[in-house]
């Protein structure tokens, strides 16, 4: 069974800092990994995927993350903060056998002028 | 790409009172379907999904259920709401297996 466990109920950066928000997964599969993100009372946006190829995925919005095998990691980040980023972030995993999505408790980032 | 309508948007529900929240696709054909729950400060829990008309998978007791009576369509439902049941609804559709699942606006139901 797959789990996700986001480090980190709430993140907060000043406008221009590193934005980094954890996540690590659970799989007895090689898992497809997924970061979302979702604006006030919207639906999710994917930022981006990771399905077995580059280990370093670019997402929208300069986000990028990094699929480290050794330590089951998936972490999200961002060289530069942004008002506008200020959302909550679901990391998600799926066996690619099923597709079944689950998703992180997520994180709220807020970013400070 | 998917468009994924969800309605009502809104909801506001008496305990005890019926439910039925309807989700419908476009831009794609045999998706695979998915009901989700977010409760206020918490994650998004998998409630059902389906890999077609009629199949149905539950992936938690609880006091609702889901229906697929075409292709492109998903219903939640329940006949008697709880005041646990209050969440904001997602609904979320898959166009084939291991690609993107695609959201809906969401729909935020109160039951009071």
């Known amino acids: 069974a797959q789990s996700v466990t986001q480090l980190g109920s709430h993140v907060s950066v000043s406008e221009g800092a590193l934005v980094l928000l954890r996540c690590n997964y659970s799989?007895?599969?090689?898992?497809?990994l997924f970061w979302y993100v979702q604006y006030p009372n919207q639906g999710l946006q994917l930022l981006l995927k990771?399905?077995?190829?580059?280990?370093l995925v670019k997402g929208i919005n300069g986000f990028e993350a990094e699929f480290k095998k050794s330590e089951t990691s998936f972490h999200l980040t961002k060289p530069s903060a942004h008002m506008s980023d200020a959302a909550e972030y679901f990391c998600?995993?799926?066996?690619?056998?099923?597709?079944?999505?689950?998703f992180g408790t997520g994180t709220r980032l807020q970013v400070f002028p | 790409s998917q468009t994924i309508h969800q309605w009502p948007a809104t909801l506001v529900q008496p305990v005890g009172s019926p439910l039925s929240l309807e989700c419908t696709v476009e831009g794609t054909s045999n998706p695979n379907l998915y009901w989700y729950r977010q409760a206020a400060g918490r994650g998004l829990q998998l409630l059902f999904y389906s890999v077609g008309i009629g199949q149905i998978s539950s992936e938690v007791p609880q006091n609702l259920s889901a229906s697929r009576p075409q292709d492109r369509q998903f219903i939640l439902s329940s006949k008697k709401l709880l005041l646990s049941d209050s969440g904001f609804y997602l609904c979320a559709s898959q166009g084939a297996r291991g690609n993107t699942i695609y959201f809906g606006e969401g729909s935020w139901l109160t039951v009071v």
């Open positions: 998600a995993v799926s066996d690619p056998n099923t597709d079944k999505l689950i």
């Open positions: 799989s007895s599969v090689p898992p497809y």
């Open positions: 990771y399905t077995s190829a580059a280990t």
